[in-house]
């Protein structure tokens, strides 16, 4: 297997499981604006695209936008106070982590999920782990836009063809290609792996052990 100088992690469905958080907090939004509630499958679909397409997706057809981002908003604020009550890392990444590490591989998370929480997520189940961590800024395209995995290749001075994106989701497929790197896909999160086969992920792993088996 190909020696990779960083391995750079999607967050939500990758290294944590952050689906019931999301479930409950939108929920929490949703109710206090008067529109029905989501099922955890629904907001599983939901998932992906950042904070603001989870609730354009999640409110009723024919919101306005001023609504939408009233909601959004609000959710950035809920979701950051309550955004570690049920995420937990999925078994075996800390270990990854740890083994990537000792074998020379930098590691680093970028996510669409908003900035606050990423930072705050990676400080509570990885502290000091990740060289560099990049969630969703304004003025920053989202991923599948290669801007962020851009910045983190810059910012640790690695070669995009030393690199390997990892993610459970068609946005980190395409991320992966917009970047021009290798990418693993993940079966254990939101999307599985027949869905990643859909979008031309041909390695696809089903436990952490397989990452470090690859990479090391």
Known sequence: ???????????????????????????????????????????????????????????????DDEKIEE??????????????????????IP????????????????????????????EQY???????????KKGVRRKPAPDSVNAVLEELGVDRKDAVYIGDSDVDVNTAKNAEMDCIGVDWGFRGEEFLRSFGCDNVVFKPSEIAEQLL
């Open 71 to 92: 909601l959004f908003q609000n959710m950035l604020v809920y979701y950051n106070a309550h955004c570690t009550e049920h995420t937990a890392p999925y078994e075996g």
């Open 126 to 136: 990885f502290p000091g782990q990740f060289m560099a961590a990049v969630g969703e």
């Open 95 to 122: 270990e990854l982590i740890d083994q990537l590490k000792a074998g020379g591989i930098k590691v680093a998370v970028v996510s669409n999920k908003a900035n606050t929480a990423v930072q705050t997520l990676c």
């Open 1 to 63: 297997m190909k020696k990779y100088k960083l391995a750079v992690f999607d967050m939500d469905g990758t290294i944590l499981d952050t689906l019931s958080d999301l479930h409950l907090s939108v929920n929490h939004i949703l109710k206090e604006a008067g529109f029905p509630e989501r099922t955890l499958e629904e907001v599983r679909r939901f998932v992906g695209n950042g904070i603001r397409k989870l609730i354009e997706r999640a409110v009723p057809e024919g919101t």
